[in-house]
């Protein structure tokens, strides 16, 4: 069946640098969705890209559609604290019946 | 607007009993969908509900099933609870039909199988 890998698994940075996490699948997607989870919480939506080769941007985090329409990417630019969590991507199949989560990166910031 | 809830937020339950968990979508959102998430597996999707009808199915058994009232609300039930079948069960709703739309999740039921 589909899967959608996420790497890394975990990432620790400093606060100030750089992060990015990485979401490839084995099928083509229709669309992809970004999800954040805070520790103890619930996903929360962050954004979808549809376009092949989309990029878009939210303040310090930017997301990128692979050309293929099988991967994505989330870079987030100078890490905060308040951008711990794990961070998911979905991509969506089979005619927009079929959602698939991914592996999820958890990210830790240290001061 | 009020966001999405779900009751209870924590359940113990033995193996072998039933449960059912409900899940009340945000106003005027008629789409809902239901996750389990599991440290081993992740975050898998159960089913989705939109206008009362089951539209997208999972690879769950059987024993997972799920109604959706005319108020939008909805149901999960498993029956014949097995340990594996511990997880944070969490549902979302969205404006349209369909897996392609922004997903608000509920803050989950934990659901603990003895």
């Known amino acids: 069946g589909q899967q959608v890998m996420q790497i890394p698994q975990y990432q620790h940075v400093q606060e100030g640098e750089d992060f990015t996490t990485y979401c490839n699948s084995s099928?083509?997607?229709?669309?992809i969705q970004w999800y954040k989870q805070r520790p103890g919480g619930h996903p929360v939506f962050l954004i979808q890209l549809v376009k092949s080769g989309e990029v878009k941007k939210q303040k310090r985090l930017t997301f990128q559609f692979g050309e293929a329409k099988k991967n994505s990417s989330l870079h987030i630019t100078a890490t905060q604290t308040t951008d711990v969590g794990t961070y998911f991507c979905a991509g969506l199949t089979g005619g927009g019946n079929k959602l698939t989560f991914g592996t999820g990166t958890q990210l830790k910031v240290e001061l | 607007k009020a966001g999405v809830t779900q009751t209870p937020r924590y359940l113990i339950k033995t193996r072998g009993q039933q449960v059912t968990l409900s899940c009340s979508p945000i106003s005027g959102h008629r789409s809902v969908s239901w996750y389990q998430q599991t440290p081993g597996q992740g975050l898998q999707f159960l089913f989705e509900y939109f206008s009362e009808t089951q539209r997208n199915k999972g690879n769950f058994p059987g024993r997972f099933s799920g109604r959706q009232f005319s108020n939008s609300r909805s149901e999960m039930n498993v029956s014949t609870l097995e340990l594996g079948d511990s997880a944070l069960y969490l549902c979302a709703s969205s404006l349209g039909s369909g897996l392609g739309y922004e997903q608000y999740f509920g803050p989950g039921t934990r659901l603990t199988v003895t």
């Open positions: 099928t083509t997607l229709s669309n």
